[in-house]
């Protein structure tokens, strides 16, 4: 029988902070839920660094042939569409790490060793949010502006951003309002959405709906995040629907540990994940500006 060594130990307890730091990432992450994540599974680890998304051409009632006169024959009028593509490039790495001296680690209590590996997993739940906020190429920073910075956000702003996603054939599902706490307290003065929100979430909870999760308005789900983009002096908050984004996470959070000895004997701890994001429907969203 041979005895686990910290050789073959170090080999399974970066794969256990994994999991511990993911949990912790998936509790903190508003907003890259809320993106497109259907080309993940197109461009795995060891894949390249791009992956093609088709630009899918919406569909018209012009393109639909009509007969009114049954029984007779006649040819069917052929729909040649001409479709382009979209690159998405995986192309940013998130890391975070501790180094500690082997003799404070050896004498550190285990739990403040377990804070350490949850603050690397909230450290890049906050940083991949803030990127996507404040990307002004491929990220909500893009949308068209509505609203006015740093005041309340109204009920016409709210049906304008909704009405823009209808003008647009915007699929219904996954259409999402992100705001701000400042926000958050300004819908509360307004009756309809106060009760909306609440019909949604009492007696209700949606665990399944992510981090940050408040309800629904009109057709949109609701959630509320402090880490978006600031503006001049107030918030830019967002209205989009999931197709608007796309997101591919190539490798999640994964924490890897070890021993440096050339700088004096340091255990050291990294957490990192490696993602792309690229606008693919500009007209699927509007920034919301606000408190």
Known sequence: MTDMTATTMATYLPEEWSALATVTYRSNTVLAPLLDHRWESELGVGRGD??????????AATNVTERTTFGTGAGLTWVATTEGQTQLKVDTLLSMGHRIPVEMSLQAMPSYQTALINGIGEGLALKLDSNIASD???GLDVFTAIGTDNVDVTDPVILQGETNMNDNNAPLSGRVFVMSPATRASLMQIDVIRNQLYSSTVGNIQGSKGAGYLGKIYTMDCYMSNNLEAGISGTKNAIFQQEAIAICIQQKVKIV????????LFNQYVGYLVYGIKLVKTAFGREVDGK
Do not use: A, C, R, S
């Not at 791009?50 to 569909?59: G, L, S």
């Not at 540990?257 to 004096?264: A, P, R």
């Open 50 to 59: 791009t992956v093609n998304i088709p630009n899918f051409t919406q569909n």
């Open 136 to 138: 002004d190429t491929n």
């Open 257 to 264: 540990k070890d021993l440096n000895i050339e700088d004096g």
